[in-house]
């Protein structure tokens, strides 16, 4: 997934379990390829406004994971209300990458 992230004043990369706001997302209003190897994005934001969001690159883990002791994640043993409370307590966050400060040249 592919989209803009309003940046906050002091551009600090937020930690990837945490959750960003939805609000503050920027979706492509269109996509496009260019041979195999290459697609591009538009976002309607204009070109002097970049300077003020991050471009974010993330990937959802391949599958359902939970964190636990197997993958370098020492968890303790909780005691989970419900299943649910606790898969939504130990599920592992997308892997995204954000790239900012964009600056025009």
């Not at 934001?45 to 300077?51: D, F, K, R, S, Y």
């Not at 993330?58 to 303790?76: C, I, K, N, S, T």
Request: aromatic share 14%; net charge negative.
């Amino acid at each position: 997934m592919v989209y803009l992230y309003k940046a906050g004043a002091a551009w600090t990369v937020p930690d990837n379990d945490e959750t960003l706001n939805e609000a503050d997302k920027v979706y492509p209003t269109f996509t496009g390829r260019i041979g195999d190897d290459v697609r591009f994005f538009g976002f309607a934001v204009p070109p002097a406004n970049l300077a003020g969001y991050w471009v974010v690159l993330e990937e959802p883990p391949a599958g359902y994971r939970f964190y636990g002791r197997h993958d370098g994640h020492d968890m303790p043993v909780q005691t989970a209300v419900d299943a649910a409370a606790w898969a939504a307590g130990t599920f592992a966050p997308p892997v995204r990458a954000m790239i900012g400060k964009l600056e025009l040249a």
